[in-house]
């Protein structure tokens, strides 16, 4: 069928502006601050066969393997023909669907007059889901001390809640209304995407959207063809390493080679560090959505994504790797690795797209995590994935304070809403002074917070990275600053960067310092006037 091309464009921003309507419901509707003020979610609109219809700003780490929670039940249930109105499905295992098992996919599938027209999906952070600690343990060494694990399973029948996986789903957690009032969020975004979905089909006609659809995963795909046969056919290559993969683990190497052949382009992983034997391991779905995510840094940033984006792209990530894990491997701090990954892709093809790539930036997600309890006898979660100083590129600088790739979207949590909820004084939240490396553009500079306990025996938990390898200069900028952490208790300070729970008293302080972005360019052709903006606004105290 043929449809004109302003009708596949009002087609298109119709997806995209209904994935928009179902993250701000979720996030509207969301039960606690990780959600609603830090927008640790996702959403996608899909059709019929689980391909990517349009998407809204999230995390790019969820939206690279969204569409796989919808594939996998597909998959068990032989088919589509099982699916009814009002049914809700809910997946979390970690080796079908990337991430860790405190993500959960939560989707619906969507119906016009009885017939099957396409889903809507999210993903979303849990706070606690039975792990073998409250919080987030840096220290699991197996898949089944990470909470509760879900293959495809259904929530809601036809409209009617599923009683006994909802009861186990709430008994087995800490925060039984937190994870009550984030799913049924979920759940009230893909109701969103049902109506307005169905809406836009009515509008238009199936045929003519289901048309529409092909034109513009066509595009997609012939965009990103036509870009990667721009880039000379070669091999690239990377190295780099994470300081350790957990508590008192030795470093995880990563190796990466890009090879550009005509309009394809395959990342290989092979001679990276094999899994780990603490959390540090990513399934395969996680690591094709870092790759992905990199490919998108490089390629067509400025297209939205859909089922046509990637096509020409492959993954190879040999099983004996941290990479491509199987079950028991622990995956919570599946990310590191991929961080590290995204940041040599960009940096294994500086050479060839210099105008694409950025330096080095410290891409890790720097969570600390508090854990207490209330008068009322109720447990409390909360937490921050502090951001780093960004690379800088050709012809700017690097960004200060931003959250790393993977995380997109993310936002910190407001000061005041963390001294109003939990007893914790944030003493100190700004730019690190001196973190962005030189360079004829400046790296970012990273973040320097401090925090206060006010109530005895909380349990902080802490996870940094880079320490020993901070973001690198390209074409001769410097290094930025490495990653610190420090624990001050009774006037005694301790570097920390990853701990298990430390129990504080009341009257201690932890201050974090992100790394900063590398810098582009020699530092000694950096404009003088820019150098005098740096040293008044208190970024540097001295340049080379």
């Given at each position: 069928?043929n449809?004109d091309?302003?009708?596949?464009?009002?087609?298109?921003?119709?997806?995209?502006?209904i994935?928009?309507?179902?993250?701000?419901?979720?996030?509207?509707?969301?039960?606690?601050?990780?959600?609603?003020?830090?927008?640790?979610?996702?959403v996608?609109?899909?059709?019929?066969?689980?391909?990517?219809?349009?998407?809204?700003?999230?995390?790019?780490?969820?939206?690279?393997?969204?569409e796989?929670?919808?594939?996998?039940?597909?998959?068990?249930?032989?088919?589509?023909?099982?699916?009814?109105a009002?049914?809700?499905?809910?997946?979390?295992?970690?080796?079908?669907?990337?991430?860790h098992?405190?993500?959960?996919?939560?989707?619906?599938?969507?119906?016009?007059?009885?017939?099957?027209?396409?889903?809507?999906?999210?993903?979303?952070?849990?706070?606690?889901?039975?792990?073998?600690?409250?919080?987030?343990?840096?220290?699991?060494?197996?898949?089944?001390?990470?909470?509760?694990?879900?293959?495809?399973?259904?929530?809601?029948?036809?409209?009617?809640?599923?009683?006994?996986?909802?009861d186990?789903?709430?008994?087995?957690?800490?925060?039984?209304?937190?994870?009550?009032?984030?799913?049924?969020?979920?759940?009230?975004?893909?109701?969103?995407?049902?109506?307005?979905?169905?809406?836009?089909?009515?509008?238009?006609?199936v045929?003519?959207?289901?048309?529409?659809?092909?034109?513009?995963?066509?595009?997609?795909?012939?965009?990103?063809?036509?870009?990667?046969?721009?880039?000379?056919?070669?091999?690239?290559?990377?190295?780099g390493?994470?300081?350790?993969?957990?508590?008192?683990?030795?470093?995880?190497?990563?190796?990466?080679?890009?090879?550009?052949?005509?309009?394809?382009?395959?990342?290989?992983?092979?001679?990276?560090?094999?899994?780990?034997?603490?959390?540090?391991?990513s399934?395969?779905?996680?690591?094709?959505?870092?790759?992905?995510?990199?490919?998108?840094?490089?390629?067509n940033?400025?297209?939205?994504?859909?089922?046509?984006?990637?096509?020409?792209?492959?993954?190879?990530?040999?099983?004996?790797?941290?990479?491509?894990?199987?079950?028991?491997?622990?995956?919570?701090?599946?990310?590191?690795?991929?961080?590290?990954?995204?940041?040599?892709?960009?940096?294994?093809?500086?050479?060839?797209?210099?105008?694409?790539?950025?330096?080095?930036?410290?891409?890790?997600?720097?969570?600390?995590?508090?854990?207490?309890?209330?008068?009322?006898?109720?447990?409390?979660?909360?937490?921050?994935?502090?951001?780093?100083?960004?690379?800088?590129?050709?012809?700017?600088?690097?960004?200060?304070g931003?959250?790393?790739?993977?995380?997109?979207?993310?936002?910190?949590?407001?000061?005041?809403?963390?001294?109003?909820?939990?007893?914790i004084?944030?003493?100190?939240?700004?730019?690190r002074?001196?973190?962005?490396?030189?360079?004829?553009?400046?790296g970012?500079?990273?973040?320097?917070?401090?925090?206060?306990?006010?109530?005895?025996?909380?349990?902080?938990?802490?996870?940094?990275?880079?320490?020993?390898?901070?973001?690198w200069?390209?074409?001769?900028?410097?290094?930025?600053?490495?990653?610190?952490?420090?624990?001050?208790?009774?006037?005694?300070?301790?570097?920390?960067?990853?701990?298990?729970?430390?129990?504080?008293?009341?009257?201690?302080?932890?201050?974090?310092?992100?790394?900063?972005?590398?810098?582009?360019?020699?530092?000694?052709?950096?404009?003088?006037?820019?150098?005098?903006?740096d040293?008044?606004?208190?970024?540097?105290?001295?340049?080379?």
């Open positions: 069928m449809v091309p302003v009708t596949v464009e009002v087609i298109r921003n119709g997806f995209l502006s994935a928009r309507q179902m993250n701000n419901n979720l996030v509207r509707s969301a039960y606690t601050p990780i959600i609603y003020e830090m927008h640790d979610c996702s996608g609109v899909f059709d019929r066969d689980g391909r990517l219809l349009g998407q809204s700003p999230g995390l790019p780490m969820f939206l690279g393997n969204l796989l929670g919808i594939l996998s039940t597909i998959e068990m249930m032989g088919g589509t023909d099982d699916f009814h009002g049914d809700v499905y809910m997946v979390n295992d970690p080796y079908l669907v990337g991430s098992t405190y993500d959960v996919n939560v989707f619906s599938p969507i119906f016009l007059d009885s017939e099957l027209i396409g889903f809507g999906a999210t993903k979303a952070h849990w706070l606690d889901i039975g792990a073998k600690e409250a919080g987030r343990p840096v220290d699991t060494t197996e898949i089944y001390q990470e909470g509760y694990r879900f293959g495809p399973t259904a929530i809601y029948r036809a409209g009617e809640p599923v009683a006994e996986v909802l186990y789903i709430t008994r087995n957690s800490r925060l039984p209304k937190s994870v009550w009032g984030d799913l049924h969020a979920q759940i009230a975004a893909c109701r969103t995407g049902e109506q307005r979905l169905a809406s836009l089909y009515q509008k238009f006609g045929d003519t959207v289901e048309a529409a659809t092909e034109k513009i995963f066509s595009h997609c795909e012939k965009l990103d063809r036509e870009a990667v046969r721009g880039v000379p056919d070669g091999t690239y290559c990377a190295e390493f994470m300081d350790s993969g957990g508590p008192g683990l030795p470093q995880v190497d990563v190796a990466v080679a890009v090879t550009v052949s005509g309009e394809e382009l395959e990342i290989d992983l092979t001679g990276s560090s094999g899994p780990t034997h603490g959390p540090v391991n399934p395969l779905p996680g690591t094709v959505a870092a790759a992905r995510l990199a490919f998108k840094c490089l390629i940033p400025d297209t939205p994504v859909t089922d046509g984006t990637f096509r020409n792209l492959f993954v190879m990530a040999p099983e004996e790797t941290v990479f491509n894990v199987s079950e028991p491997h622990a995956t919570i701090y599946y990310y590191p690795p991929l961080g590290l990954l995204i940041d040599l892709i960009i940096r294994a093809m500086a050479d060839v797209m210099p105008d694409s790539v950025v330096a080095g930036q410290t891409a890790d997600p720097m969570n600390i995590t508090f854990v207490g309890q209330r008068n009322d006898g109720s447990r409390f979660v909360t937490g921050a994935a502090t951001a780093v100083g960004w690379g800088a590129g050709y012809g700017h600088d690097g960004e200060n931003l959250i790393n790739y993977g995380a997109g979207d993310l936002k910190n949590i407001p000061v005041e809403v963390v001294e109003s909820k939990y007893p004084r944030i003493c100190e939240y700004g730019l002074e001196d973190s962005g490396g030189p360079g004829k553009w400046r970012g500079l990273g973040i320097q917070c401090e925090y206060e306990t006010l109530q005895d025996d909380l349990e902080m938990t802490l996870w940094l990275e880079r320490s020993r390898m901070p973001a200069g390209l074409a001769g900028g410097s290094a930025g600053a490495p990653t610190r952490g420090t624990v001050t208790v009774d006037g005694t300070n301790q570097d920390v960067v990853k701990c298990p729970p430390m129990h504080l008293p009341a009257g201690s302080r932890v201050r974090v310092m992100t790394g900063g972005g590398g810098g582009f360019g020699d530092p000694l052709q950096r404009d003088p006037r820019a150098v005098e903006d040293l008044a606004d208190g970024y540097i105290s001295t340049w080379p």
